[in-house]
């Protein structure tokens, strides 16, 4: 599926869903996207813990759920409505939901007080900041790469 059918089918609907959608916060989950997976593998190459197309690990997973959306019965709702399993969220769902997985993409960005800022340069520094973190591999040049090879020209323009 191409960048365009992946923001539409998935990233989208999600961000509606959750009453979470903006120009900027689509383009920080697709950015997420197009970087922890270039949009391909569910899987984390080399044997990694993290899944589905935004690469989180079960444990991130399941302290969003325990710390965070636990506590907020609207936002917990939504979420639910959005899975296509039911009973207890599993982070497996993460490889085979795609929907759920934006969800909690966006879920993760969330946590954190700061705006999402809506320039390209910006979205890379608040990827590594907040969702990559100084530990993690990433680079905002890698973002800023995947995302011109992956997102450009459809749905979105180049970062300079």
């Keep these: 599926m191409d960048a365009t059918q992946f923001r539409d089918t998935i990233v ?6 959750l009453e979470r959608w ?3 916060a689509e383009q920080l989950v697709m950015g997420t996207a197009a970087q922890e997976s270039q949009l391909i593998s569910t899987r984390q190459s ?7 197309f935004f690469q989180m690990e079960p444990a991130t997973h399941d302290d969003c759920w325990k710390n965070f959306i636990d506590f907020r019965p609207a936002l ?3 979420i639910l409505s959005i899975r296509s399993a039911s009973g207890i969220p599993n982070a497996s769902e993460l490889e085979t939901d795609h929907m759920y997985a934006a969800a909690m993409c966006r879920v993760r960005y969330m946590r954190t007080p700061e705006s999402i800022p809506r320039d390209g340069r ?3 520094r608040y990827w590594k ?12 040049a890698e ?3 995947n995302w011109n090879r992956l997102l450009t020209p459809r749905p979105y323009a180049r970062i300079l």
């Design 12 to 17: 989208k609907p999600a961000l509606l869903a």
């Design 122 to 124: 910006g979205l890379a």
């Design 46 to 52: 080399g044997g990694g813990p993290a899944l589905g």
């Design 143 to 145: 973002f800023i790469a």
């Design 76 to 78: 917990k709702s939504k």
């Design 22 to 24: 903006s120009v900027p």
């Design 129 to 140: 900041t907040h969702y990559n973190t100084v530990l993690g591999a990433g680079t905002i």
